[in-house]
């Protein structure tokens, strides 16, 4: 499991996407928040290239397998709660 740095110094585990499969070469992600679940991005199989948009639409980058495009929006989410943390 990735964990965070919390700002009292501490690890917290950080919150776990779960993806979804909605059809053929598409994957939604989602994750628990304090108001719910929330749409987190989605990895889509284009050509040969798996593509990755963030919640708001981001474009994030093109991968050559499904899981380097899965990982590449985790490391992006819990990039951007770090930096939100630390401002």
Do not use: C, I, N
Not at 17 to 24: F, G, R, T
Request: hydrophobic content about 40%; glycine content about 10%.
């Amino acid at each position: 499991m990735s964990s965070l740095l919390s700002l009292s110094g501490r690890t917290s585990p950080a919150r776990q996407l779960q993806w979804l499969s909605p059809q053929k070469g598409l994957w939604v992600a989602s994750e628990h928040t304090a108001e719910g679940m929330a749409h987190a991005g989605y990895v889509e199989l284009v050509g040969t290239g798996y593509v990755v948009a963030d919640g708001v639409g981001r474009h994030l980058g093109r991968f050559a397998t499904r899981a380097a495009a899965q990982r590449a929006l985790r490391t992006s989410r819990l990039r951007r709660r770090d930096q939100r943390a630390s401002a």
